[in-house]
């Protein structure tokens, strides 16, 4: 399985960015998508997550700024980013909870990550 992750880049504060990304693989079923972001310094954080049917879970820190959508037959997941701080700063991390076709549970999976970073 491959998580690909794209949108990431230089915005300045108050602006907004899409990150995308998409798994790829022999994928059996996918329970939730999500990110996570890991500043410098610190621990990585889940931001947001959305299930396979449609329920979704927020940092409070992004609450009312970021929201987060799939596309199930894409395989894909969504995270719109608005009114960005520079304490959005850090790699963004795709993960997604899936199962593959032999195996018997679902496990998480980890994408490469993409740098954001809001500065002005």
């Known amino acids: 399985v491959q998580l690909q992750a794209s949108g990431g880049g230089l915005v300045q504060p108050g602006g907004s960015l899409r990150l995308s990304c998409v798994a790829s693989g022999s994928i059996f079923s996918i329970t939730r998508m999500g990110w996570a972001r890991q500043a410098p310094g610190k621990e990585r954080e889940l931001v947001a997550s959305?299930?396979?049917?449609?329920?979704?879970n927020y940092a409070d820190s992004v609450k009312g700024r970021f929201s987060i959508s799939r596309d199930i037959t894409k395989n894909t997941v969504y995270l719109q980013m608005d009114s960005l701080k520079p304490e959005d700063t850090a790699v963004y991390y795709c993960n997604s909870f899936l199962r593959r076709p032999w195996d018997n549970r679902s496990r998480d999976y980890w994408g490469q990550g993409t740098q954001v970073t809001v500065s002005s």
């Open positions: 959305i299930t396979d049917g449609g329920s979704t």
